[in-house]
């Protein structure tokens, strides 16, 4: 009875054994097989990091090559200005024909506007006795008008220019002012004007 109960602990001891080998080289199968997995997706992330390292260079150069050419078509199109203009200063050598050469530079200016509009500059020229307004005007002088109200434009001196919707050059006026706030003004700039001299 002895003998078979150590036989059967025996066997039990031996299966157990058996099956701790088994578990034993299954886990260090599945160990490989995840090591093989990390090694695959490593690599993976490696070559997309490559690429998107390259994508991020691709993406430069491009980049750089639209800002260097981007304004090529318009070029294009005022080269031809330009031609016109150089063949208008040899006519003056040659011509005595003025109001011909005045019109040929007349339809050339009109030929460049034209251009700047197609690729969204446009001029804008202020009339007199229209609201000053500082987003669109820049004051270079004030001076009184008996015609015009207090806060208009008396004068243009330069137009503007916008691109698109933005103003990137203001129109240059002159502003109509009270005499009160001419005064006010002009006391304003002396009294800076002494400061000055005195400091």
């Given at each position: 009875?002895e ?5 059967s ?10 099956g701790?080998k088994?578990?034993e080289?299954?886990?260090?199968e599945v160990?490989?097989?995840?090591e093989?997995?990390?090694k ?6 490696l ?15 491009e ?22 203009l150089?063949?208008a200063l040899e006519a ?13 530079v007349e339809i050339?200016?009109k030929?460049?506007?034209?251009t700047?509009?197609?690729?969204g ?6 009339s ?8 669109l005007?820049e ?13 208009s ?9 916008k691109l698109h ?7 240059l ?8 706030e ?11 004007e002494?400061?000055i001299k005195?400091?």
């Amino acid at each position: 009875m002895e003998k078979v109960e150590k036989d059967s602990v025996i066997e039990e001891k031996e299966s157990l054994e058996e099956g701790f080998k088994e578990k034993e080289e299954s886990l260090e199968e599945v160990l490989q097989k995840k090591e093989q997995e990390v090694k695959y997706w490593k690599e993976m992330a490696l070559r997309y990091a490559a690429e998107v390292e390259n994508l991020k260079k691709s993406f430069k150069k491009e980049k750089e090559e639209y800002y260097k050419f981007a304004l090529e078509v318009v070029f294009k199109e005022l080269i031809l200005c330009v031609d016109n203009l150089e063949r208008a200063l040899e006519a003056f050598v040659h011509s005595e024909n003025k109001e011909a050469l005045k019109e040929g530079v007349e339809i050339t200016l009109k030929t460049i506007l034209q251009t700047l509009e197609k690729f969204g500059l446009k001029q804008f020229v202020p009339s007199v006795g229209e609201p000053f307004h500082p987003y669109l005007h820049e004051a270079l002088s004030t001076e009184e008008h008996p015609e015009i109200s207090e806060g208009s434009i008396t004068k243009v001196y330069q137009k503007g220019y916008k691109l698109h919707d933005r103003v990137i050059r203001p129109a240059l006026v002159c502003v109509c002012m009270s005499k009160k706030e001419k005064l006010d003004t002009e006391k304003e700039g002396n009294i800076i004007e002494n400061e000055i001299k005195e400091g």
